[in-house]
């Protein structure tokens, strides 16, 4: 084998990084000043897209680079929902206190639901995560103290200045995106996914499954009721039908599976995409989730990593790259790994 040189792996020409910088400030500077030059619709579908940003980064976390598949985070969506809903317009207090009560409500269900769901592994997982979300849905039709099957009409969101609701959309999507980098250059990240690709070979490498699952878990399931939030702050109105909804799950799975699952850019690419969808297929109430459905089948059979991992593997394309690249001396491959010193091996590890 070839001797391999870090300082080849690092290579990246100085015009590149250049071009890359100055179109994501470029694109950064659009969604930053857009509350006060786009339209009214334009915010609905900017806000719309961030938060659909938000919701499919989440699940990519647990899915896509930790191997837990979700099919119940529309649980944490409805007690976001629920949570700004009850405080705001049941009790009269600030929504940000409701936003609050929805972190604090997420994190006490995740930690306890994770004690039973985590002794699933598999499909078991994902049917079981399913089954919570419907088990608690259910709850809340029967729940007089949420007006059980009437919903909140929150109509306190209608005070909310536009320009202050579309910056907070714009923190949760912009916010997941930093998050979820954060947590794959960090040890965390290393250790979910060695856990998604071995959990036993991750287990004798020394990651703690269950600590490191119930924190991903956590995270995931915080995020994702701020999120709740924000949706339901837009909609005005939250019912258990529509709050505890598994299409919530459904779309943030299109959106992952479209744009690139395992990648940050996966879901940018395929919120943009599923939005511009929605809002042209809407006029096709009875064959929209088919074409949606026909759409993901033939991207899954012809890029199966989806549009993001089929550029990467073509063209090279990585605009957000979590990989970790060696910085020190160069070690050549080709001769026993017994040859190296113990300090060579270690920094190698």
């Not at 979820?180 to 991750?202: F, H």
């Not at 005005?236 to 744009?259: H, L, M, R």
């Not at 599923?274 to 088919?290: A, D, K, V």
Request: glycine content about 10%.
């Amino acid at each position: 084998m070839k001797r391999i040189d870090s300082h080849q792996a690092l290579k990246q020409t100085k015009s590149g990084r250049t071009a890359k910088y100055i179109a994501l400030a470029v694109i950064l500077l659009l969604l930053l000043t857009q509350p006060f030059w786009g339209s009214a619709y334009l915010h609905s579908i900017v806000n719309l897209m961030f938060l659909y940003l938000s919701l499919a980064q989440m699940w990519n976390l647990m899915g896509g680079y930790t191997g837990l598949v979700s099919l119940g985070q529309q649980a944490f969506i409805g007690l976001g929902g629920y949570s700004v809903a009850v405080l705001a317009q049941g009790y009269g207090m600030p929504v940000f206190l409701g936003v609050i009560t929805a972190i604090v409500v997420s994190v006490v269900f995740a930690l306890i639901i994770s004690l039973p769901i985590f002794k699933m592994k598999g499909v078991y997982f994902t049917i079981g995560t399913w089954i919570v979300a419907e088990a608690l849905g259910v709850f809340f039709v029967n729940w007089m103290f949420v007006n059980a099957g009437r919903g909140y009409n929150i109509r306190v969101a209608y005070d909310m200045p536009i320009t202050y609701f579309s910056y907070f959309c714009l923190a949760i999507g912009l916010g997941s995106v930093f998050l979820v980098y954060i947590i794959l250059r960090s040890k965390l990240g290393l250790a979910l996914m060695g856990m998604r690709d071995n959990e036993s070979a991750a287990e004798v490498r020394g990651v703690r499954l269950y600590r490191t699952k119930l924190i991903c878990f956590v995270i995931s399931a915080c995020w994702t009721a701020i999120t709740g939030c924000a949706f339901f702050l837009n909609i005005t109105y939250v019912v258990p039908a529509s709050a505890f909804s598994i299409e919530w799950t459904v779309s943030a799975i299109f959106i992952v599976i479209i744009g690139g699952i395992g990648t940050i850019e996966g879901p940018i690419i395929g919120v943009v995409i599923y939005i511009f969808l929605r809002q042209y297929l809407i006029n096709y109430p009875g064959y929209s989730n088919i074409i949606l459905g026909a759409i993901a089948i033939i991207l899954i059979i012809v890029a199966p990593k989806g549009i993001m991992g089929y550029l990467h593997d073509k063209l090279g394309w990585d605009i957000i790259s979590v990989r970790r690249w060696f910085t020190n001396n160069a070690i050549d491959y080709s001769k026993p790994v017994c040859n190296h010193s113990a300090s060579d091996t270690n920094d190698a590890e």
